[in-house]
């Protein structure tokens, strides 16, 4: 057990309160963050995942190899764009946040999202970022402050930080 809590069991994480928030994967290249979502998504407990574009899906080796089972319980969909599933997460009351560098992007510091607040939180391609129109479609673009040469993190560990910023304020589950 763990010291803050009773673990869940995957058969009952569909049925256990989620935190409020879906990943949206638009074009990831890389079967194994594919996984390493999968993983993340489960360890904050989230809602679910939306897989878009080019992103592979489960089954698949990569994903299989870098999940270790969290594809099997964490709820996902398929897209045939960022866009289509955007618009789903708007019509069941979500605001979008796309997590990528911009002119008009704000720090991870100053977004406050509040408590019991439903977000999709948008994720792009390891090279090509999110798309511009996927960011113009947001109520916000998020970027985490980097202080290094290379001012870029591999999206999956970008993915660990702004999922526990926004878990943090929006409620862990209980």
Partial sequence: MS???ERTRPESYTTSQTVPIRVVLENIRSGQNVGAFFRTADAFRISGIDLCGYTAHPPH??????ALGAD???????????TTAIDRLRSEGYHVASIEQTDDSISILDWQPQPNE???LVFGNEVKGVEPATCLASDVVVEIPQFGV???LN??????IVLWHTAQRIGLPG
């Fill in 72 to 82: 099997e319980h964490v709820p996902w969909a398929a897209h045939p764009d960022a």
């Fill in 61 to 66: 080796r990569d994903i299989l190899k870098s």
């Fill in 150 to 152: 290379k001012q870029s």
């Fill in 118 to 120: 439903k977000w999709a």
């Fill in 3 to 5: 010291p803050l809590g």
């Fill in 155 to 160: 999206v999956s560990v970008c993915a660990g």
